[in-house]
């Protein structure tokens, strides 16, 4: 019987991505973001290979996201994995200048959200007993750099709640990865910067970077180990980066 997933942040960089090894291994899949064209766009690329449904919601809206995932018709909720991988960073600055609109999307999207998403599914899992919840932390939530003060947290957040999740959904037989990313070449540096492109671009500059697909491949290899194996914890970098601020650059 083939497989189901959700993905949310589906519409670009890493879900997308991984939204598209998912079909290829013949996953069934609900797509989530807030970009409804794109979704649809993805949903004609991928439904040759796979059922594809879309859902539209911003993960920071509560009701929004419990009204979208119930909506699911009761064999869309019989899910085997959640990517929670919507989020982004918003501004690059000290904390003592830190814009508060930018926290909140940080703490309301990267954590929140990823909270709201999973509070919907996990009895969905648990009535089961079984599912694969994978989480997309950063290199970030491991080290906090200078600057990156409150997406640290986001992510050292999220951190914790993989841990949490693990230790909670023991009993019930529930996968629990942590995928830790360090550069990756999405349209994340666009949002941090708001649409600054040269700024985007210079963070990818003299070496090169993760792209969507490297993070999609280790994804598409993690849901696809035997029953018995969960890989916890995962931190990659590119071979060019050691630590959030050392990248060796041409
Ligand atoms: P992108 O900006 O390319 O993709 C972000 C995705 O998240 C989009 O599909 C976007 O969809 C969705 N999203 C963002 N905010 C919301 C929201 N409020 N509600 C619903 N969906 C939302 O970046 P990446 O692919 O790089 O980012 C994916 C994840 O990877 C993020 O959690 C990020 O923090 C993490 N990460 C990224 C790294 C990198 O270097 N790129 C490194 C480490 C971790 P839409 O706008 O359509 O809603
Ligand atoms: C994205 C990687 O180092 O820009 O989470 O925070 S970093």
Redesign the pocket.
């Known amino acids: 019987m083939s497989k189901l997933a959700i993905i ?9 991505a991984t939204a598209v090894a998912f079909a290829n291994l013949g996953i069934d899949l609900v797509i989530c ?3 409804i064209e ?1 979704l649809n766009e993805l949903k004609e690329e991928l439904s040759s290979k796979v059922k594809v449904h879309t859902l539209t ?4 809206d509560r009701e929004a996201v419990e009204t979208a995932l119930n909506s699911l018709p009761e064999e869309l909720k019989q899910v085997d994995i959640l990517l929670n ?5 918003h501004g690059l600055g000290t904390i003592q200048d830190g814009d508060v609109a930018d926290w909140d999307a940080m703490i309301d ?2 954590v929140k ?1 990823l909270l709201y998403v999973s509070k919907v599914v996990m009895p969905w899992m648990i009535a089961r007993q079984t599912g694969h919840i994978v989480n ?1 932390s ?3 939530g491991k080290q906090t750099y200078p600057n990156g003060n409150v997406y640290c947290a986001s ?1 050292a957040a999220v951190e914790a709640i993989s841990e949490g999740m693990r230790l909670d959904l023991n009993p019930h037989n529930i996968k629990v990865t942590n995928i830790a ?4 070449e ?3 540096s666009m ?1 941090r910067f708001k649409g600054d492109a040269q700024k985007s671009d210079a963070v990818y500059q003299g070496f090169q970077p993760l792209v ?1 697909e490297d993070i999609a491949d280790i994804i598409a290899f993690t849901v696809t180990r035997p029953a018995h194996v969960v890989l916890a914890d995962i931190l990659v970098y590119p071979t060019a980066q050691a630590s959030p601020a050392v990248i060796k650059r041409q």
Do not use: H, L, M, Y
């Open positions: 949310t942040g589906a519409t670009s960089g890493i879900g997308r973001g807030r970009r794109r919601f911003d993960v920071r991988n919507a989020g982004n960073a999207g990267n959200g997309i950063s290199i970030a992510k990313p360090g550069a990756v999405t349209e994340f949002v969507a």
